[in-house]
């Protein structure tokens, strides 16, 4: 199998310790480093570059992106562009998984948002984003406070919808299988927060 953004093996390192052959890519050289020094990270092969591309070799029976990675690619067409690399990459049989937050535009008022995650006595922690509903792009800063000073931790997403990725994998010539809330494959309902989408071949 082969994780797009495999990071620093938070999913790939379990999955590897029970037998299963995993591969990865990622464009972090910092992150494949962290993996490296984790116990059996040396053993799983990672490809350095951007995993849009999936410039890897060989076929797998399943390819994955979880924790809302995929809205990492931050134009449409990149995003079109990995559902097309991961099918040319797929086995006949093979699946593609994805998980990803559904969006709620709602969180937003005027295209942005304050909140306060954590208080305490010495610092505050702060999340500020800003929405673009034409590009729909979320550009977004965790913010520390403290007397030390404030520390910055940016995030931009590109999001999509459960029907525009639906859409996507279609170009590529895939087809929706299965869709769950989560991984214990809770019904995915209008309430659902979040999805994971199983992909296949069309017809297959």
């Not at 399943?62 to 797929?90: I, K, P, S, W, Y």
């Not at 639906?166 to 999805?195: C, I, K, Q, V, Y």
Request: charged share 25%; with cysteine; net charge negative.
């Amino acid at each position: 199998m082969l994780e797009l953004a495999i990071g620093t093996g938070r999913i790939a390192l379990p999955l590897a310790a029970h037998g299963i052959d995993v591969h990865g890519i990622d464009a972090s050289k910092a992150m494949i480093a962290k993996l490296r020094e984790k116990p059996g990270g040396d053993r799983i092969p990672v490809t350095l570059g951007d995993f849009a591309d999936v410039g890897v070799s060989g076929r797998y029976s399943l390819v994955f992106v979880v924790f809302n990675t995929f809205f990492g690619l931050l134009a449409q067409e990149d995003q079109v562009r990995c559902f097309r690399n991961v099918a040319e990459h797929l086995t006949e049989d093979g699946l593609f998984v994805l998980e990803a937050f559904v969006p709620d535009v709602a969180r937003f008022d005027r295209g942005q948002r304050v909140s306060v995650s954590r208080v305490g006595l010495g610092e505050a922690w702060l999340d500020v984003a800003k929405h673009d509903p034409v590009d729909q792009l979320v550009s977004s800063q965790h913010l520390v406070v403290s007397e030390q000073g404030i520390r910055l931790y940016p995030v931009q997403v590109r999001y999509a919808w459960p029907a525009e990725l639906d859409l996507m994998a279609r170009l590529a010539n895939l087809a929706l299988r299965d869709r769950w809330e989560g991984w214990t494959r809770e019904p995915f309902t209008e309430r659902s927060g979040s999805h994971v989408s199983v992909y296949a071949r069309a017809g297959a």
